[in-house]
């Protein structure tokens, strides 16, 4: 046993023939805001869909305040664990106020009031009181991933995951998103980023954790990672990410 | 309905049929009765196939496909006789309702799998990552959004089903057709009035179901969507 919220323990993933993650081993305290980067087919989505369980994982464990997830419900390991997509997937037919909603109350069971008033509450939190009843199809790409994050966060979830959740965005409305994750890693959230969003590793980060063919190559403090990388390969895509997506 | 004084006396053709208005008007309801409980039916038994057949396993979906492939694969008319005469199922009418149901839940449960496949991947793992169930998902997520996708498909099969319920006139019906066909064979030189009355009220029905489920269609779209 162990007091990690989350033991991520020599995963092993492979989709057939092909191997997407080799080994992979971390570990993550309450409040620990750790942010997942390498180059593209790395295996840092997957990583994340194994923690809830949309992806199966071929070999070691993964605990959750010290329980195999394996040994849980799927659900019940799904309402602890908040997922953002990176394309927002919304619920299409609801309204951002009944997104949030649904949750609460088919896997909640809160009353029609309650969650109703929950979700205003958290739908306020990221600065969309007044959209509440719009539709989806009526929101900007920001404004839709932010009632994502609150749909996610009204389960009052242990953990968050996000999964590139500015990579669909415009970028004038990338800032809106990052700005609402910078809060809620203030407000002490327990948060698993993969990013290409190197201003907000820097400055919200307390790791980086560094991915590379499904190995996890190396891992520190976003300032040791940034400044003084044990490898070069680290330092060049870094580098690369910085002048690409340090910006925000 | 008595004819028998209608024949006594010589009538234009047109005249002919407007008299019989009545006993066209009957046979029109008991049409659209048919086609009523056949759509009810089909609905009944098609949407819980569609969705098999979209999310079943390999059981649920190997028992479900073949049985849809051989009814589509079978003329109605055919179903509609074995149903009645093979089956023996009886009163016609509830032969007739049977026969269409089936048939047009074979069709119906393409829609709805079409419609389903429609909705974007996404959806799904939405709903299983806050936690709902799979069945939870189907029905609260996916469902929602598919019926809606479904309602343009439903032109089809009201205009088919409604058409086709003429041939429960095989099994001695008295619905629209053949209550055309006995009018023609009091005054056979009304054939063609006889018949253009008929398929008038069969255009006037598909006409204005199409247009209701245009409405519908309108009615049940997501504000600012495409759907």
């Known amino acids: 046993m162990t007091d990690e919220l989350l033991d991520v323990d020599d995963v092993h993933q492979s989709y057939g ?5 080799e080994g992979i081993s971390f570990e993550m305290d309450s409040q620990d805001v750790k942010v997942l980067v390498g180059p593209s087919g790395s295996g840092k989505s997957t990583m994340l869909r194994c923690i809830n369980r949309l992806t199966d994982i071929d070999d070691g464990d993964i605990r959750l305040d010290g329980e195999s997830i394996y040994a849980m419900d799927e659900n019940d390991l799904r309402r602890q664990v908040g997922m953002v997509f990176q394309d927002f997937n919304l619920f299409a037919h609801l309204s ?3 997104n949030v909603t649904l949750g609460l ?9 309650a969650a109703v008033e929950k979700a205003a509450w958290q739908l306020e939190a990221v600065g969309l009181r007044e959209q509440a009843n719009s539709y989806p199809a009526e929101l900007s790409g920001g404004q839709q991933q932010r009632v994502g994050i609150a749909r996610a966060l009204a389960m009052d979830p242990k953990l968050m995951l996000f999964d590139e959740p500015t990579s669909a965005l415009d970028p004038e409305l990338i800032g809106e998103v990052l700005e609402v994750m910078r809060e809620l890693a ?13 201003g ?3 400055q919200a980060a307390t790791d980086v954790l560094f991915l590379e063919d499904g190995k996890l190559v190396e891992q520190g403090p976003p300032n040791q990672l940034f400044e003084n990388p044990e490898r070069d390969r680290t330092r060049d895509f870094l580098g690369r990410l910085t002048s690409l997506h340090g910006s925000q | 309905m008595d004819l028998t004084p209608l024949t006594s006396q010589p009538l234009g053709d047109w005249e002919f049929v407007w008299r019989q208005r009545q006993f066209f008007v009957e046979g029109t309801r008991i049409a659209v009765e048919l086609t009523f409980y056949s759509i009810l039916l089909g609905f009944i038994l098609g ?11 390999k059981y649920s979906r190997g028992v479900v496909r073949p049985v849809g492939v051989a009814i589509r694969g079978t003329p109605i008319l055919v179903i509609i006789a074995i149903t009645y005469f093979a089956f023996g199922v009886s009163p016609a009418f509830l032969a007739a309702t049977l026969a269409l149901g089936v048939r047009s839940a074979a069709y119906q449960s393409q829609i709805f799998r079409g419609a389903i496949e429609s909705v974007e991947g996404g959806q799904m793992e939405a709903a299983r990552a806050v936690g709902l169930s799979k069945v939870g998902a189907i029905r609260h997520v996916i469902l929602p959004q598919a019926l809606r996708r479904s309602v343009p498909g439903f032109q089809n099969e009201f ?12 099994i001695g019906v008295t619905e629209l057709l053949k209550r055309s066909y006995d009018l023609f064979s009091l005054q056979t030189s009304a054939a063609l009035e006889v018949f253009l009355a008929a398929s008038l009220i069969y255009f006037v029905l598909t006409f204005s179901v199409n247009r209701g489920i245009e409405a519908l269609n309108d009615r049940v ?6 759907y």
């Not at chain 1, 109350?105 to 009031?113: Q, W």
């Not at chain 2, 819980?48 to 396993?57: D, L």
């Open chain 2, 47 to 57: 949407l819980p196939a569609g969705v098999v057949e979209a999310y079943g396993g």
């Open chain 1, 186 to 198: 203030e407000e002490g959230m327990t948060m698993l980023v993969v990013t290409h969003e190197m």
């Open chain 2, 221 to 226: 779209a997501i504000p600012g969507g495409n």
């Open chain 2, 159 to 170: 205009t088919i089903v409604l058409k086709d319920t003429s041939i429960a006139y095989a």
């Open chain 1, 105 to 113: 109350k088919r896997v909640r069971g809160m009353g029609e009031k």
């Open chain 1, 96 to 98: 951002a106020l009944e």
């Open chain 1, 17 to 21: 023939e092909e191997k997407v993650l």
């Open chain 1, 200 to 202: 907000f590793a820097r």
